[in-house]
């Protein structure tokens, strides 16, 4: 009976180291996972839209546009195609010491599928479901100290995760946005097929049918998107 109690005790003191080696392995994976997609992306060859051969892996470069009705950023209601943005807290030091930690209170992400128009007039339609995307930077970072005042978008999205939305700040607090914007040049990397173009006045057309190229996830991967210049 003592041994059986002995053993159920390690277990259970043993509960908490298991679970931070399998936070830091989920870690490490994912860290390994993004650091594989930069590489990807970063060292493939830009090819221009209309070269793309069909079923091929590419990447491509050029301007993002909409598909349709745009989305609009949470915080500056910018037309985007995706957005990231995120409240933050400092849970740091005090007075003077701007040291420490920030821990997020809530996050919003969005995307919706988007046009690429490259140099040579080539257009492809860009799948985001599930995609890897890398944003050069939160363009927004806007601090508040306690009392400031707070925007209606701050107020509206501290609301969508249950925060109290007073007018002004309860604490020091940070909102992060970041976007890929219309007309923002984008690099997108994923499996590649020619479809025909609703739009008349676009594509490169291939005996006066107008073409555009759709970019896919390949099987078992993700379409890769980076907003970064470094990468194109």
């Known amino acids: 009976m003592a041994t059986m109690s002995t053993a159920v005790w390690i277990a259970a003191a043993s509960l908490p180291v298991i679970a931070f080696v399998v936070i830091i392995v989920v870690a490490v994976r994912s860290m390994q996972r993004e650091m594989g997609a930069i590489r990807t992306i970063g060292r493939t060859p830009a090819s221009p839209i209309g070269q793309v051969q069909e079923g091929a892996l590419a990447k491509i470069v050029g301007l993002a546009r909409p598909a349709g009705e745009p989305l609009t950023a949470p915080l500056t209601g910018r037309p985007c195609v995706h957005f990231e943005a995120s409240i933050q807290h400092h849970v740091g030091g005090h007075g003077m010491d701007r040291g420490g930690p920030w821990e997020t209170e809530g996050q919003?992400?969005?995307?919706?599928?988007?046009?690429?128009?490259?140099?040579?007039?080539?257009r492809a339609l860009v799948e985001t479901d599930g995609a890897w995307i890398l944003l050069q930077a939160m363009d927004l970072?806007?601090?508040?100290?306690?009392?400031?005042?707070?925007?209606?978008?701050?107020?509206?999205?501290?609301?969508?995760?249950?925060?109290?939305?007073?007018?002004?700040?309860?604490?020091?607090?940070?909102?992060?946005?970041?976007?890929?914007?219309?007309?923002?040049?984008?690099?997108?990397?994923?499996?590649?097929?020619?479809?025909?173009?609703?739009?008349?006045?676009?594509?490169?057309?291939?005996?006066?049918?107008?073409?555009?190229?759709?970019?896919?996830?390949?099987?078992?991967?993700?379409?890769?998107?980076?907003?970064?210049?470094?990468?194109?």
Request: hydrophobic fraction near 25%; proline fraction near 7%.
């Open 108 to 122: 919003e992400s969005r995307s919706q599928p988007f046009l690429v128009e490259d140099d040579g007039g080539g």
């Open 141 to 232: 970072q806007q601090e508040l100290q306690k009392g400031e005042p707070r925007s209606d978008e701050m107020r509206d999205m501290r609301g969508r995760h249950d925060h109290e939305d007073a007018e002004t700040a309860t604490l020091r607090e940070r909102y992060l946005e970041g976007i890929i914007g219309e007309q923002q040049r984008v690099a997108v990397y994923g499996r590649c097929a020619w479809e025909t173009d609703p739009d008349p006045g676009g594509g490169a057309g291939y005996r006066g049918a107008p073409r555009r190229l759709r970019v896919s996830a390949p099987p078992g991967a993700k379409v890769l998107i980076t907003t970064d210049p470094g990468l194109f």
